[in-house]
């Protein structure tokens, strides 16, 4: 079994709710001292952390550690400190502001290319999805 760090619910501090799925919940936090996102998993999924453990891509969070002492079962994962596509996009759309075309390609281009390596690497992502509201 892959290593990942684990600690106690006690050295996770959630800041602020920042998104939710149908998989769980998304904090940003503090663990260590380090700003995180906190994912608070809805169902205890025992192989989510060992299968992001052994990710590796630019294009995807990195897994800093888990705490899963108690009840509750938080997958510690690197911050996205700007925010996530999503906000920035329907800060640029109430701003009516449109962006190059060129820009949404490349973005585009960068998206598709975790889904080849998570497909190389024989995983399948539960959650891939467009909202456009």
């Not at 904090?27 to 169902?43: I, M, S, T, Y």
């Not at 997958?75 to 962006?99: A, I, T």
């Not at 075309?101 to 975790?114: C, G, M």
């Amino acid at each position: 079994m892959p290593y990942f760090n684990r600690t106690s619910l006690d050295d996770l501090q959630l800041i602020q709710h920042i998104g939710a799925g149908g998989f769980s919940a998304v904090f940003q936090a503090k663990w260590k001292g380090q700003d995180v996102a906190a994912k608070r998993l809805n169902e205890a999924d025992p192989h989510e952390a060992e299968v992001l453990s052994k990710l590796d891509h630019p294009h995807i969070i990195n897994l800093i550690g888990i705490s899963d002492d108690s009840l509750d079962q938080y997958v510690v994962l690197e911050l996205c400190k700007e925010g996530s596509l999503r906000s920035y996009l329907d800060q640029q759309r109430s701003q009516k502001k449109r962006l190059p075309i060129e820009l949404v390609y490349d973005w585009a281009k960068q998206a598709a290319k975790p889904i080849q390596y998570l497909k190389k690497m024989e995983y399948i992502h539960k959650d891939v999805k467009s909202r456009t509201t």
